[in-house]
C-alpha cells in the first residue's frame, strides 16, 4: 500500500460527514441543500486524484480487483443491512426478495440501504474512466468526453440521472459523475506534488485567492444566495454546466478545509475508512434508536446542532465499534469467496487470500 496522504484522508472525512449531515434531510436547515451541492462529486474526486496509479497490465484482472475492493464489500454491508431490516421489523419473504432484487440492480432511490448505492456507480465509473484510459491514453481526451458525457446525461436522456436514476448499477448517474472523477484524475499530479511553501509568489497569489474565493462562495451558497448561479443559469451551455462548476468551488472550499484540518490523527483514520462509513451509515443509524430504547432512552434529533453531534457520533461507533467486527466477519468471508473463485481463475488470473 502507497504512502496516505493526511489531507486528502481528511478530505474524504469531510465527505462522509456531509453525507452523514445530508441524510438528515430539511431537519440540518440550510446546511441540507448546502451539503447536497458537493459531498458525492467530492468522493469520485478524491477517487479519481488515485485513478492514475499502476494498474494491472490485463484489463480484466483490473475488473477483478474492483470487484473486490468494491463490490463485495457492497453486497456485504447489504447483507448486514437486510439482516437488522428483519430482525427489526419482520418483512413478509415477498419483501425480502423485492429488497434482494434492489440490491442486485444497485439502483439508487430503489435501494432499502439508500446510502449504498454510492459503491455500484463508483465501480462503474471506475471501469469506465480505465476502459478510456487505455484507449485513448491522455487524461485530457478523457476529461472532453467526460464532459460530452455529462451533458448527455443533464440534457438529452428523457430523465435526470442526477435525481432519479433507473439503470442498472447507476450506469446512468456514472455518466454525471465521471466528470468529477476525470478531473480529480487531471490535477491529481498537481494536487500530490504542490508545495505552498515552496511556490513562486505569483502562484501564492493565485492559491490565496482561490482559496477566499471558494470560501466567500460557500458562504453564499450556504446561505442561499446563489448570485453566481443566478447570473449563469441564463447563459445556455454553461446554465447546463453550472451544477457542476458550483460543486467544484464547494470541493475547493473543502480542499482548504481539509488542509487546515489535517493535523487531527483522527480525522485521518475516520476519512481513511470511508468504505465503512458509507456502508454501515444506514447501519448504525437504524441500530442506535434501537438500542436506546432498550434501555428507556428515547433520540431526538431537531436542529442542526443535533445533527452534528449525532452525525459524528455514529461515525465514532461505526469506526470503534462495527468496523472492528465486521473487518473480521468480512476477511472470513473474503478469504472463502476468493478460495471458490479462484478454482475457476477468473480473468486469467490467481487470486490471493486477503492477510
Known amino acids: 500500500m502507497g504512502k496516505r496522504i493526511d489531507w486528502i484522508d481528511v478530505l474524504k472525512f469531510c465527505g462522509i460527514f456531509a453525507i452523514y449531515v445530508g441524510h438528515f434531510g430539511t431537519i440540518s436547515g440550510e446546511a441540507y441543500e448546502f451539503v447536497f451541492s458537493y459531498h458525492v462529486p467530492l468522493f469520485f474526486f478524491a477517487s479519481g486524484v488515485f485513478a492514475n496509479k499502476s494498474c494491472p497490465e490485463n484489463f480484466l484482472q483490473f475488473v477483478w480487483k474492483k470487484i473486490k475492493a468494491i463490490v463485495l464489500p457492497y453486497f456485504f454491508f447489504s447483507i448486514l443491512s437486510l439482516i437488522v431490516i428483519i430482525c427489526d421489523s419482520s418483512p413478509s419473504p415477498h419483501d ?15 435501494l432499502f440501504a ?24 491522455k487524461n485530457i481526451i478523457i476529461l472532453f468526453l467526460s464532459v460530452v458525457l455529462f451533458y448527455v446525461a443533464e440534457s438529452l436522456l428523457p430523465f435526470r440521472p442526477f435525481i432519479e436514476p433507473s439503470w442498472f448499477f447507476n ?13 480529480g484524475a487531471a490535477t491529481s499530479y498537481f494536487l500530490l506534488h504542490f508545495s505552498f511553501s515552496q511556490s513562486s509568489f505569483q502562484m501564492k497569489i493565485l492559491i490565496l485567492l482561490l482559496g477566499i474565493s471558494s470560501i466567500i462562495y460557500s458562504a453564499t ?20 454546466f453550472y451544477p ?8 475547493i472550499c473543502q480542499i482548504v478545509l481539509a488542509k487546515l484540518l ?10 481513511e475508512n470511508t468504505l465503512y ?9 437504524q441500530l442506535i434508536p434501537i438500542i436506546l430504547s432498550m434501555i428507556g432512552l ?7 446542532l443535533d445533527v452534528l453531534l449525532y452525525s459524528f457520533g455514529a461515525m465514532l461507533a461505526v469506526y470503534y465499534i462495527l468496523m472492528p467486527i465486521e473487518k473480521r466477519i468480512y476477511q472470513r468471508l473474503g478469504n472463502l469467496i476468493i478460495m471458490i473463485v479462484s478454482s475457476f481463475k477468473p480473468f486469467g488470473v490467481k487470486c490471493k487470500r486477503e492477510k
Not at 114 to 137: A, D, G, Q
Not at 223 to 232: A, E, R
Not at 298 to 304: F, I
Open 298 to 304: 428515547k433520540l431526538t434529533v431537531s436542529n442542526l
Open 244 to 251: 457542476a462548476i458550483k460543486a467544484l468551488l464547494l470541493i
Open 262 to 271: 489535517s493535523f487531527s490523527k483522527l480525522l485521518q483514520h475516520l476519512g
Open 221 to 240: 451558497i450556504y446561505f442561499q444566495k446563489d448570485f453566481l448561479g443566478n447570473w449563469l443559469s441564463d447563459v445556455a451551455v454553461i446554465g447546463i
Open 96 to 110: 425480502i426478495l423485492d429488497m434482494l432484487l434492489d440490491c442486485l440492480l444497485g439502483i439508487r432511490n430503489h
Open 171 to 183: 450506469c446512468d448517474s456514472a455518466m454525471y459523475y465521471l466528470l468529477f472523477y476525470a478531473i
Open 114 to 137: 439508500s446510502p449504498l448505492w454510492f459503491l455500484p456507480c463508483l465501480f462503474v465509473v471506475s471501469i469506465t474512466f480505465e476502459l478510456l484510459r487505455r484507449i485513448f491514453k
Open 277 to 285: 462509513l458509507c456502508g454501515n451509515e444506514y447501519l448504525v443509524k
